[in-house]
């Protein structure tokens, strides 16, 4: 069985940096985009951002120039920079995979994390 497992969320202030990891665990086949999705409670669960196997990227508008994702040196596997955080950037932070970067965008990976929390706070 596939499973994505995410590390590194956390409480960070304002202004303040962290790094999210993303792990697979299992045999997958066949993805082509990796990346994150967040949940802030009380809103809809949306797409942060990801990576395809060709290396094109793409990001939220909130988030784009502060947060960064890279592919891992084990294979499936992503991380997720968070530079100069917000406390609007409180949410669960989930990872995910897909077959195809469309999917992506369509808020439908075929694969998902069970959530790392992170806080922004003072």
């Known amino acids: 069985q596939v499973q994505l497992v995410e590390s590194g969320g956390g409480l960070v202030q304002p202004g303040g940096s962290l790094r999210l990891s993303c792990a697979t665990s299992?045999?997958?086949?066949?993805?082509?985009?990796m990346g994150w999705y967040r949940q802030a409670p009380g809103k809809q669960r949306e797409m942060v951002g990801f990576?395809?196997?060709?290396?094109?990227?793409n990001y939220a508008d909130s988030v784009q120039g502060r947060f960064f994702v890279s592919r891992g040196i084990a294979k499936n596997t992503v991380n997720l920079q968070m530079n100069s955080l917000k406390p609007e950037d409180t949410a669960v932070y989930y990872c995910?995979?897909?077959?195809?970067?469309?999917?992506?965008?369509?808020?439908?990976?075929?694969?998902w994390g069970q959530g790392t929390q992170v806080t922004v706070s003072s």
């Open positions: 990576i395809t196997n060709g290396g094109t990227t």
């Open positions: 995910a995979a897909a077959s195809w970067s469309s999917r992506f965008l369509a808020g439908a990976p075929d694969y």
């Open positions: 299992g045999t997958i086949l066949g993805i082509n985009a």
